[in-house]
């Protein structure tokens, strides 16, 4: 994660608990561990409305950071292009149809060349979920005592999505 300015850290002791129906997000970084086989454009959502206890980075719940939209989103993907090999959204459960908007953008414009993730926070995915827009999905919230999903005992799950919509559950790749 990248520094965060004060003015920012402010931002999020003013308002944490605000549920706008958009996207922002704070930070990006190139990840190999959380899409296993991928490298990954990892990009950080604010305004999380799940309140985990024990959450590993609170100011996600805050009001913070810069809008992201397709836009927005495909012009990061671009900077890599040829570096990464999929794009994702950590978190955004505030929004998820935007989640899935952003994302199905992202699919038409890279078409096969850039597969999309998902972190979600939610133990359920949406009503209204969309396996067009994802090749990979993580549910679950942050349980401190059943550990995140590189433990056994996680209630985590991380699915590859199939072209036929189907999930098929990978989260044994996280384990050692
Ligand atoms: S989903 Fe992640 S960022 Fe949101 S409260 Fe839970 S641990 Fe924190």
Redesign the pocket.
């Known amino acids: 994660m990248r520094d965060i300015s004060a003015l920012a850290f402010f931002s999020f002791l003013i308002s944490p608990f605000s549920f706008n129906p958009m996207l922002k997000y704070l930070t990006y970084d190139i990840v190999f561990q959380e899409f296993p086989d991928e490298v990954t454009l990892a990009v950080n959502l604010s305004l999380?409305?799940?309140?985990?206890p024990?959450?590993?980075?609170?100011i996600?719940?805050g009001d913070i950071g810069e809008v992201l939209d397709a836009k927005v989103l495909i012009a990061l993907a671009e900077k890599y292009r040829g570096e990464i090999t999929c794009v994702a959204l950590?978190?955004g459960?505030n929004d998820p149809e935007m989640v899935q908007s952003v994302l199905l953008e992202v699919k038409q414009h890279f078409g096969a060349t850039l597969k999309t993730g998902w972190?979600?926070?939610?133990q359920e995915l949406p009503k209204r979920f969309n396996p067009a827009a994802f090749d990979y999905v993580k549910v679950g919230?942050?349980r401190e005592a059943l550990g995140a999903l590189k433990e056994r005992t996680t209630n985590q799950r991380f699915y590859r999505v199939e072209a036929d919509g189907t999930l098929t559950d990978l989260t044994h790749r996280f384990w050692r």
């Open positions: 999380c409305p799940n309140k985990c024990g959450c590993h980075s609170s996600l719940m950590m978190g459960d972190y979600s926070g939610c919230p942050y």
